[in-house]
C-alpha cells in the first residue's frame, strides 16, 4: 500500500509564504495525476491545485497566480509553493495521487495543517 508523506505546513501570517512538499515511494509517478486539495473547518474539500504526468497546470481562482504547483518525477515528489497567503487559506491541505489510465487507483496524503494569521 502505497503511502504519501506531506510536510511543510505551518503557521504564518498573512503575506507570507509556505511550500508544501509530498513524496510517494512505491510507485511509478510519471503514471499519475497529481495535485492538493484543502480542507478548513465546517467547509467542503476543494481542489487547490493539479498537475498532469506531461506537466499540465490547473488551479483553483482562489489560489490562481498565488500558488504555483511542481512536480518532480525522479524523486517522486510534488510542491505546492504558496505565496501571498491570506487567512482564508487556512485548511488542511492533503496530497493525492490519481493514476492517469486506471483512474481508481487514488492515494491521498495525510494532510497537513496551514494557518494564516491576520
Known amino acids: 500500500q502505497e503511502q504519501l508523506v506531506e510536510s511543510g505546513g505551518g503557521l504564518v501570517q498573512a503575506g507570507g509564504s509556505l511550500r508544501l512538499s509530498c513524496a510517494a515511494s512505491?510507485?511509478?509517478?510519471?503514471?499519475?495525476?497529481t495535485g492538493w486539495y484543502r480542507q478548513a473547518p465546517g467547509k467542503q474539500r476543494e481542489l487547490v491545485a493539479t498537475?498532469?504526468?506531461?506537466?499540465?497546470?490547473k488551479y483553483a481562482d482562489s489560489v490562481r497566480g498565488r500558488f504555483t504547483i511542481s512536480r518532480d518525477n525522479a524523486k517522486n515528489t510534488v510542491h505546492l509553493q504558496m505565496n501571498s497567503l491570506k487567512p482564508e487559506d487556512t485548511a488542511v491541505y492533503y496530497c493525492y495521487l490519481n493514476h492517469r489510465i486506471v483512474t481508481a487507483i487514488t492515494y491521498w496524503g495525510q494532510g497537513t495543517q496551514v494557518t494564516v494569521s491576520a
Open positions: 512505491h510507485l511509478t509517478f510519471s503514471n499519475y495525476i
Open positions: 498537475v498532469t504526468h506531461s506537466d499540465v497546470t
